[in-house]
């Protein structure tokens, strides 16, 4: 039996197959390719974020509930006397979305993040228009072409709500030390292997191997949830075990 496409009314945005219940929408295909099209250029940015901003760690699709940031970078920033760090958000696009929408996009990582970039593959540079709305929204700049990346505008500085940039960080396989204040990674690259590289409430055990500490607030996860199912967690890294845990004295 021969097959044949119906052509869509005007506006409609739909092609339908002679076949009975065979449907393919046309505007989530459209969607689809501009994706496939956007994810090729995250490795490209990713490497490209990890040695301009100098981030120790640099990833693609990573978020939470709330939405997924295509590149993010972590970098120290606290100098000798500080562990402070810096999160940086990318959002990567092929040059084909509106510029005002894509620009929305970016700022809202702002409630994850530090700092904020929106990344457009183009030929040409951005207009005088582009970075007016872009310096007045507060948002960070990159042109992608020829597969380099330059950084046009650079972003203001941000300070995200604490637990959604805690939230992200852990998502990152990084805990931070409540001693030192520091952070460390706390489990291997591998999928299944959450807090490897940490115990549980065991400090002779992180000391035995090398490891940090996770260590739950039970009183207060009871007061927040009225639950027995503990989630409120902290953490100790390795270096402040070792530091201060294995110079106690040891009982008799």
Known sequence: MATRWNVPNRGCGVYTHSYPGLRTGYPNLVTMMKTTRERRLYPLVQRWVKRHFRCFRAEV???LIYGRIDVIGVRDVGGELSGDVETIAVEVKKGTAPFGTASGQTLGYNVYVNRVYLADERDKSFS???LQIASHLGIGLIQVRAGQCKE???SPF???IPKLNLALLEKLRLGKCQLCDCFFETSEVRRGRRYSKVTTENIKKAENEEKGVRFFLHDIDWRKRKTK???ERRFICPDCVYSFFSKLPQKA
Do not use: I
């Open 61 to 63: 699709n990573r978020g």
């Open 128 to 130: 005088p228009d582009e």
């Open 152 to 154: 046009v505008l650079s």
């Open 158 to 160: 941000y300070n995200p």
């Open 229 to 231: 199912y503990y989630s």
